[in-house]
């Protein structure tokens, strides 16, 4: 598996060069326009070249080792699905309803892939009220995380986050390695895909990145659920859970169009106050390494509440100093103007 994962980091990159050039020579691009956070057309698509060597190592891995059964395979089937429905919206553009719905049936069928246990939280609740929680959870994630990949880097790391977190607490938490193999690969392939997605990117994920990626890893923390870490899988990618239904819910009260492009995340708002993206990127992978410690503290017996009471505190300090520095670049126009 640690193979698979370095082996990752090379190809991934190799391979994203290769598409940029693609992409640029066949126009497929980003246009900036006023709600977006980059000054020049860039390739959109990256995640083509991401998904392609994660989804071919894992393949690879769980031929060449012991019988895995059936359930990883229907998740890779998951991700190809909305992948290509994804990339079908980056060329030309989906209604949310299309999307919504491809969605729904990938998340609804893979709830059946999920390791047994999944669908009851580790055992705290019954699977009949458990199975719907788990769905509009997964569900959920699958869109945020689509949400959230809108500066230079942020999914990039997040990704490389929770593919080395969700592996770490998983093999200390002693569970089987090989349902969680797709955790470091994922992580390689966000690593070699950073080199050109880094600020100033070269080359943006895309949905066909950011949607397939939110749904494989959806999947990885409802598996450290399924073993009873639920804390676990709520830390892990606790920064993109808070910032993105914080904002969203915020947005549903005033009654703005939730699905609509914007630029009300916290860490927009930190760009806008002069933060520059990799210094925002960078302060989001330093949370998420706070975050990971806490989630392997959570798998300790007794330490499951003390764990998520630190990370809340954690994640609030720092969308409370986003928050304060999109902030103060507002005031510092205004006293200007």
Known sequence: MVGLALLAVPLSAVATGWLRRVLQARKVLDTPNARSSHSVPTPRGGGLAVLAVALALCAVGWLAGAPVGWRPWALLAGAIVLAALSFADDLGGLGAGKRFAVQALCVGLGLAA??????????????VLGGPLVFLGWLWFVNLYNFMDGIDGLTGVETLSLGLGTALVAGSAGMAMDQMMAGPILAGAALGFLWWNWHPARIFLGDVGSVPLGY???????????????AAALLLPGYYLADATLTLGRRALRGAKVWQA??????????????????????VGGLNGVLAGLALWSTFDGYALPALA???????????????????????REYEA
């Open 114 to 127: 999920l390791p047994a246990g999944a669908l009851g939280l580790g055992g705290l609740l019954p699977e």
């Open 216 to 230: 494989l890893l959806g999947a990885l923390l409802a598996a450290l659920a399924a073993e009873g870490h639920l």
């Open 262 to 283: 914007h630029r009300e995340h916290f860490y927009q708002r930190a760009t806008q106050g002069g933060w520059p993206h990799d210094r925002v990127s960078l302060w």
């Open 310 to 332: 630190a990370g809340i505190v954690a994640i609030a300090l720092v969308l409370g100093t986003f928050a304060r520095a999109g902030r103060g670049r507002t005031q510092a």
